[in-house]
């Protein structure tokens, strides 16, 4: 069975650091892999996919990379902003289903 | 639509009760996932509708939990016996379907279920 683990499991930066967040899993066998971002009490939202065949994937501040072969996926965000402030979930898919990390809960102070 | 809608987006019943979550998928989305998540853990998986059939169920926890998608666009999330231990929120997702499961899914923003 597929285990996925974040570490940290929370985070406080100030405004403008750059940082790195870390998703391991158990099971290589993938077919992709995903970052989403949780507010409280909403839902979540997609922000990086990562096929198995690919390396990394970059959106704006963010770049997500995958190194299949070890388990392991890292978000980078430059240049944090408090407004980033929220929970980070990996997420990855073998076959049909995604299993999820438990999340790191980020917090950037202005 | 232009997201994925779930109501109510509240529910407190008291155990034993049976109730119902609806979840709206994106508009043309052939695939419709169910997840739970407890507080301070990520979304644990429980089934996925390819069309209207369940394509896996490997993830409900046990013959309490039922979902329906009858006509391939709405699911319903049904729960019987309701055990405070069924309390938390209830994500739905939809994707295009066309990569079976492995495509981007579209998360809606859950139902908090309270059991009392």
């Known amino acids: 069975k597929q285990e996925v683990t974040q570490i940290p499991a929370a985070l406080s930066v100030p405004e403008g650091e750059n940082l790195v967040l870390n998703c391991s899993f158990t099971d290589s066998a993938i077919y992709n892999l995903q970052w989403f971002r949780q507010d409280p009490g909403k839902g979540l939202t997609s922000l990086l996919l990562?096929?198995?065949?690919?390396r990394e994937q970059t959106s704006g501040r963010l770049n997500a990379s995958l190194d299949k072969s070890s388990g392991r996926s890292t978000l980078y965000i430059a240049a944090s902003q408090p407004g980033d402030s929220a929970t980070y979930l990996c997420a990855v898919v073998n076959n049909n289903d995604m299993r999820f990390g438990a999340g790191t809960r980020l917090t950037v102070k202005p | 639509g232009a997201g994925v809608s779930q109501t109510p987006s509240n529910k407190v019943t008291e155990k034993g009760k049976y109730v119902e979550l609806r979840c709206d998928p994106i508009s043309g989305h052939t695939a419709l996932y169910w997840y739970r998540q407890s507080l301070g853990q990520g979304p644990e998986f429980l089934i996925y509708f390819q069309g209207t059939g369940a394509a896996d169920d490997s993830g409900l926890p046990n013959d309490r939990f039922f979902a329906v998608r009858p006509e391939g666009s709405v699911s319903t999330l049904k729960i019987q016996r309701t055990e405070r231990g069924d309390s938390a929120v209830y994500l739905c997702?939809?994707?295009?379907?066309?990569?079976?499961?492995?495509?981007?899914?579209?998360f809606g923003p859950g139902t908090r279920l309270t059991v009392l």
């Open positions: 990562i096929q198995s065949s690919q």
């Open positions: 997702a939809s994707s295009s379907g066309l990569a079976g499961g492995k495509d981007t899914q579209y």
